[in-house]
């Protein structure tokens, strides 16, 4: 065979993340929760919170917390990679069937299955717990996390125009839904 026609060897394809185990959080997972949390305000594309949390702040959150709002990680090789929350949506009764979704990535577990892992888990829990409806607000400017929502079928309410300062000018948030069929 001529040189010009050489083979080279294959490749093997890269082997694809190792799925996360999802479960409950307990406070032994609030310093890596607190650490994602705050690579979320870091990179400016996850939150409009820009102080990042102490590690007080965040077991304060986490007692305050009702059974009815669970708090899920996901966790590979034994270190959490990610997290999401139930939250109250609105202090009114009217609104005790809609939750709204936190959920926050470890920066080098991004792109990998742990946000689809994470919503897949939450959205049962949220069915468990009798909510109609999750609710989220994201930044406009988060693609990635854009196309996790509409990949687990969120939809789009409307988008809020210059609804918060961040980086000291006023950025776009999206509003999107997802009601939970039963089962």
């Not at 090789?77 to 139930?86: M, T």
């Not at 994470?118 to 607000?137: N, P, W």
């Not at 809020?160 to 961040?166: A, I, T, V």
Request: proline share 4%.
């Amino acid at each position: 065979m001529p040189s010009s026609m050489a083979r080279t060897p294959k490749q093997a394809a890269p082997k694809p993340p190792e799925a996360a185990a999802v479960r409950s959080a307990g406070a032994d997972d609030l310093e890596a929760i607190r650490a994602i949390y705050n690579e979320g305000i870091e990179d400016g594309i996850a939150t409009l919170d820009y102080d990042v949390k102490t590690h007080a702040q965040m077991r304060d959150w986490f007692e305050q917390r009702s059974t009815r709002y669970p708090v899920i990680v996901a966790c590979r090789d034994g270190q959490v990679v990610g997290w999401a929350s139930l939250n109250p949506y609105s202090h009114r009764c009217a609104y005790n069937g809609v939750a709204d979704l936190s959920i926050y990535v470890r920066r080098d577990a991004r792109g990998q299955g742990v946000g689809t892992e994470l919503m897949a888990e939450i959205e049962e829990l949220a069915r468990a717990k009798d909510f109609h409806k999750i609710v989220l607000h994201a930044l406009t400017d988060n693609p990635a996390g854009r196309r996790l929502y509409e990949k687990r079928d969120f939809r789009d309410v409307g988008v809020f125009k210059e609804q918060g300062r961040l980086d000291g000018r006023f950025v776009d948030v999206i509003a999107m839904e997802k009601i939970l069929a039963a089962g």
